[in-house]
Each structure stands twice: as structure tokens, then as C-alpha cells.
């Protein structure tokens, strides 16, 4: 009966110190209100177009926000700020809807916007980060789309 006590006790403790947070890898917020849980957010946008449309599947814009790079620095979910600002737009659906879909900002032919699960995203420079507007294109099966990112104030 001892042994047994013992022996849950210290399962109980390794259980315990096992935790699923990651800390020090950068991670962009799911949602504007998790950016500002988090107190990374930088600025809101509203999209002069609100759905994309590619080989007949079509996407919409749930909601466009900037914030600043942040990871967990320790396993109690403490934030660590950065200095970069993320530009991320949501949608309401995987992007891999849209698989062909590519975004890229004006004048950038190379540089291409990354993606997670229902999101874009890319950095952006610190004179985009005081523009009012942002232009990014999305290249579909219908031609280019311009989108205009304005900042909300």
C-alpha cells in the first residue's frame, strides 16, 4: 500500500510537469480578440473585398489585424513581445481550399504571403506598419485581385 502511494505520487508529479505549451517558438494569434488577450495587437483593417473566388471555390475574409511577433516564454503562458509586426488575414475556411490561391504585396513579385491552417500572413516593414492602406494582389484563375487593407481607427 505504501509502494502504491509512492508510486501514484510520482506519476502524479511527472504528469504534472508535462505541458503542452511550446515556449520560444513565435506563434500569430487565431483571432483579433486573442491578439488583444494577448495585448499583441497592433492595428485593425476592413478589406475593400471581403471573398476570393478561385477555380469556382470561393473564400472570405473574416477579419485582417496586425500585432506584434510573440511566443510564450514559459509554461504558465506569459507572452514575450517582439518587435516585428505580423500582418495576418483570416478566413472562414482552410486555405488549402484554395490551394492555387498566392498573395504578394505591390511590387513584390517573389515575396508570397505564408499560410497556417486559416490564415495568411507575412511581416511587414516598419513603413508599412504606419501606412493607412496596404495593397496586397491575390493571383486567381480569374486574373489578379487587388484587395485594399485600410486600418480602421
Known amino acids: 500500500m505504501k509502494n502504491t ?31 488583444k488577450k494577448n495585448k499583441v495587437v497592433k492595428s485593425i483593417y476592413h478589406a475593400n ?9 470561393s ?15 514559459d509554461t504558465d503562458r506569459n507572452i514575450e513581445k517582439f518587435m516585428d509586426v505580423n500582418f495576418i488575414i483570416r478566413f472562414d475556411k482552410e486555405i488549402e481550399e484554395i490551394t492555387s490561391l498566392n498573395g504578394r504585396r505591390l511590387g513584390e513579385k517573389n515575396r508570397g504571403l505564408g499560410t497556417t491552417n486559416y490564415r495568411l500572413f507575412t511581416r511587414l516593414t516598419s513603413s ?11 493571383d486567381s484563375d480569374k486574373g489578379t485581385i487587388p484587395i485594399v487593407f485600410t486600418k480602421m481607427k
Open 49 to 57: 473585398v471581403n471573398q476570393i473566388t478561385n477555380k469556382d471555390k
Open 5 to 35: 502511494l509512492i508510486y501514484s505520487a510520482i506519476i502524479f508529479l511527472l504528469v504534472g510537469c508535462i505541458s503542452d505549451v511550446k515556449t520560444g517558438i513565435p506563434f500569430e494569434s487565431i483571432s483579433i480578440e486573442m491578439s
Open 59 to 73: 473564400i472570405k475574409i473574416i477579419e485582417v489585424w496586425s500585432e506584434n511577433s510573440w511566443c510564450y516564454k
Open 128 to 138: 508599412e506598419q504606419i501606412k493607412d492602406t496596404l495593397v496586397f494582389f491575390f
